[in-house]
């Protein structure tokens, strides 16, 4: 919490917000350089950073009425809050349309009913809920691809926590829970947008995470490179550093283009992103595709290249490739990013 608060002061946990709001109104590019600095020393707090800013902050700020901004931005732009996105279920990850919370009108109220799983920020401390979420689900007897969006707070009747997360391979830095809705009563000014009208807005806001989460790759990546770089100086073997051997200075190279080639690919892609308009599937799901196997290749390499020290905590790098895996899975698996290139290529006649 208290990191958390540093970062609303230097004006981060709104990058994106509107000033008015409280927010530092800066774009893709910004939220990028944030995402690659933070993870390049905590790969799993800056995942807990990314699920506040761009989860949360961004996707209000883009979707939500100036009423609902006003009421929720200047305290999650601050740090007082504690917020996050609840979108995957315990039965639907990458199938996200088959999600099966619902919501029903009840006078002007909705009545919420599911489960949301693999939760991030779902807790401000062991035992207590984080603050405010955006919770998507369906309403009653809407078609498949018709989506809503709530903003639930913490103390809303019916919501609450289900099991809690433990023994992650990595980002142990950030809380998992599933959370759960139980008859939750949320007020329906706290619809955002329209009924049905959330699908574009997961979409939109899918794309942005998909970059931010390159940018994490990048830091693991870039940090891994420096890690291994200094130890193939420092450490002599056979009389001479380990920089000196071939096998060594190919994981040192290849390492070090891989990673300028997937910062040049990631910062071109959020330079080219417009935050309020959708379009950028492509180049979203691209960058995704490759930092975050590169990302692993790299930290796996740097525990190579450490040998018996890369593989203990002294050095960073074993943990560096633990939190390296989730990339190639959360938001938005290889295969899934794999399929929607292809369909997004399919689309085009010229690359550029």
Same mark, same amino acid.
Not at 30 to 45: C, K, R, T, W
Not at 118 to 132: C, F, K, M, P
Not at 201 to 218: I, K, P, Y
């Given at each position: ?11 981060? =946990? ?23 600095? =933070? ?26 009425? &100036?009423?609902?901004? /006003?009421?929720?931005?200047? &305290? $999650? ?10 979108? !995957? ?5 990458? &199938? ?23 939760? %991030?920020?779902? $807790?401000?401390?062991? %035992?207590?809920?984080?603050? !405010? ?6 309403? *009653? ?35 998992? *829970?599933?959370?759960?809705? @139980? ?7 706290? #619809? ?22 390159? $940018?994490?790759?990048?830091?693991? $990546? ?6 291994? /770089?200094?130890?193939?100086? @420092? ?6 550093? =380990? ?14 283009? @891989? ?16 935050? &309020? %308009? ?14 975050? %196997? ?25 943990? #560096? ?32």
């Amino acid at each position: 919490m208290a990191l958390f608060g540093k970062l609303g002061e230097l004006g981060l =946990l709104g990058i994106t917000v509107d000033e008015r709001f409280g927010g530092a109104g800066m774009d893709a590019v910004a939220a990028v350089i944030a995402h690659e600095e =933070l993870s390049s020393a905590d790969p799993g707090f800056a995942l807990a950073y990314l699920a506040h800013s761009m989860l949360f902050a961004n996707n209000l700020q883009i979707n939500g009425s &100036d009423e609902q901004r /006003n009421k929720y931005l200047p &305290d $999650a732009c601050a740090g007082k809050k504690v917020c996050g996105m609840c979108m !995957t279920e315990p039965g639907a990850g990458t &199938d996200v349309l088959g999600m099966q919370t619902t919501a029903r009108r009840s006078g002007d109220e909705y009545v919420l009913n599911g489960a949301k799983m693999w939760i %991030t920020n779902w $807790a401000v401390s062991d %035992t207590e809920l984080g603050d !405010t979420f955006l919770v998507y689900a369906r309403i *009653a007897g809407s078609p498949r691809n018709q989506l809503s969006m709530f903003i639930v707070e913490k103390g809303f009747a019916g919501f609450g926590l289900g099991q809690k997360i433990k023994g992650k391979l990595g980002m142990r830095a950030s809380t998992t *829970a599933e959370l759960v809705f @139980e008859d939750c009563r949320v007020p329906i000014e706290n #619809l955002v947008g329209s009924e049905g009208a959330a699908t574009l807005h997961m979409m939109r806001n899918l794309e942005v995470e998909r970059v931010t989460l390159a $940018a994490m790759s990048l830091g693991i $990546a870039r940090r891994s490179v420096e890690v291994m /770089n200094r130890y193939a100086s @420092e450490r002599i073997s056979f009389g001479k550093p =380990l920089r000196e051997f071939g096998q060594i200075q190919r994981y040192i190279a290849k390492s070090y283009a @891989e990673y300028m080639a997937g910062r040049a690919y990631t910062y071109y892609a959020a330079s080219t992103m417009s935050l &309020d %308009t959708p379009g950028h599937r492509l180049d979203s799901d691209g960058v995704k595709l490759f930092t975050s %196997t590169m990302g692993k290749d790299v930290a796996d390499r740097a525990i190579q290249v450490l040998g018996g020290y890369g593989y203990v905590a002294e050095y960073a790098v074993e943990r #560096l490739w633990r939190d390296a895996k989730l990339l190639e899975i959360g938001g938005g698996t290889l295969e899934a990013h794999q399929k929607n290139m292809c369909r997004e290529l399919g689309r085009a006649e010229r690359i550029l």
